[in-house]
């Protein structure tokens, strides 16, 4: 098991950064790929970013060229840059790891970011 807790939430200007952290405690020998999602009130649930334990990132085309995920190895912790950030990227941003091989299976409780215009 993979125990994950976000941190760095809150309340940002149209325009403006906000940094997320995710530490991961527990089975880390386990995590292939560490990766942000997101749901907005009344949305689905989306795929933001993920990296794989050598690099390998991905991003979704609405944050691509804003937001920077990055991955510490030796503290087991994913961070997400979120620069130019816009009203749209309101969320409750998650965390989650997967097993190679296998889809996002451990998440995090989610911490919300809120843009204002």
């Known amino acids: 098991q993979v125990q994950l807790v976000e941190s760095g939430g809150g309340l940002v200007q149209a325009g403006g950064s906000l940094r997320l952290s995710c530490a991961a405690s527990?089975?880390?020998?386990?995590?292939?790929?560490m990766a942000w999602f997101r749901q907005a009130p009344g949305k689905e649930r989306e795929f933001v970013s993920s990296?794989?334990?050598?690099?390998?990132?991905i991003y979704a085309a609405s944050v691509k060229g804003r937001f920077t995920i990055s991955r510490d190895n030796a503290k087991n912790t994913v961070y997400l840059q979120m620069d130019s950030v816009r009203p749209e990227d309101t969320a409750v941003y998650y965390c989650?790891?997967?097993?190679?091989?296998?889809?996002?299976?451990?998440w995090g409780q989610g911490t919300q970011v809120t843009v204002s215009s």
């Open positions: 527990g089975r880390t020998e386990t995590i292939y790929r």
């Open positions: 990296c794989g334990r050598t690099g390998g990132t």
């Open positions: 989650a790891t997967n097993r190679m091989g296998r889809e996002f299976d451990s």
